[in-house]
């Protein structure tokens, strides 16, 4: 069986975050490597949902945000 990998990337969010700031986190922030859909859940601590806009997954967990992408 073939998994897929995901390429996400873990922000620190707080509500009074500029886009800017927000933007500038998302593109420093390191890319942590999954393999599978079972090992980006526990990592990100939740389910992601597509977004159209963050051009793969995305959700907010526990003070962070997640941005993930199907890779390979």
Do not use: Q, W
Request: net charge positive; with cysteine.
């Amino acid at each position: 069986m073939i998994m897929n990998k995901y390429e996400v990337k873990r922000i620190k969010y707080y509500h009074e975050m500029s886009f800017d700031e927000y933007r500038k986190a998302v593109t420093n922030a390191p890319i942590h490597i999954c393999n599978g859909i079972s090992e980006l859940r526990d990592y990100c601590g939740g389910v992601l949902h597509y977004s159209r806009n963050a051009g793969g997954y995305m959700g907010l967990y526990g003070g962070y945000s997640y941005v993930a992408r199907k890779v390979g």
